[in-house]
């Protein structure tokens, strides 16, 4: 079975406005979470990246010191 269009439909057809306006607000919603998780994701890693530099430097400085306390041969 075909559909046969009606061009009096497609001549009078507009679309929704208000149906286009809250499919716009609903992608802004999408893109303003989307764009609040990246910048949390990169607190996050950043604070992350952070504790593990100072971790790193100071293990390095405990060995340093452990180092230097041995007696020379």
């Known amino acids: 079975m075909e559909h046969k269009a009606n061009k009096d439909v497609e001549d009078s057809w ?42 790193r430097r100071t293990a390095a400085a405990k060995r340093e010191a452990k180092l230097r306390k041995r007696p020379t041969p």
Do not use: F, H, P
């Open 14 to 55: 507009e679309s929704s406005t208000r149906g286009e306006q809250a499919w716009k607000e609903a992608t802004d919603r999408v893109a303003s979470r989307n764009a609040d998780a990246r910048k949390a994701g990169r607190t996050e890693r950043e604070a992350y990246e952070r504790e593990r530099d100072d971790a």
